[in-house]
Nanobody, 122 residues
């Protein structure tokens, strides 16, 4: 599975962005999908994940109520809607796919996409 994230950019605090992750090479229908981020000097962290069915999601505490992960298996695409952005959300965002959903808890994934930079100014 090849993954490519889109939609990053420079925004102001309080703005919204929607990231997209387009998959190719294989359907994502049977994969758990996730968004991770890595800020300068920081370790990569899991931001949001969604099961293959879309019925179950996970969010890191710092984004709960502001970010929403969703997937459109027909379009082979995963989204991350980010609202009320804060400067601390500044990071490179990566999408990932896992055949075993629980592996996300260990910060691992079967496939990683190239990241997209999100910069939030105060």
């Amino acid at each position: 599975v090849q993954l490519q994230a889109f939609g990053g950019g420079l925004v102001q605090a309080g703005d919204s962005l929607r990231l997209s992750c387009a998959a190719s090479g294989r359907t994502i229908s049977y994969y758990g999908m996730g968004w991770f981020r890595q800020a300068p000097g920081m370790e990569r962290e899991s931001v949001a994940t969604v099961t293959y069915s879309g019925k179950s999601t996970y969010y890191v505490d710092s984004v709960k109520g502001r970010f929403t992960i969703s997937r459109d298996n027909a379009k082979n695409t995963v989204y991350l809607q980010m609202n009320s952005l804060k400067p601390e959300d500044t990071a490179v965002y990566y999408c990932a796919a896992n055949s075993i959903y629980d592996t996300f808890r260990a910060g691992r994934a079967d496939y990683w996409g190239k990241g997209t930079l999100v910069t939030v100014s105060s």
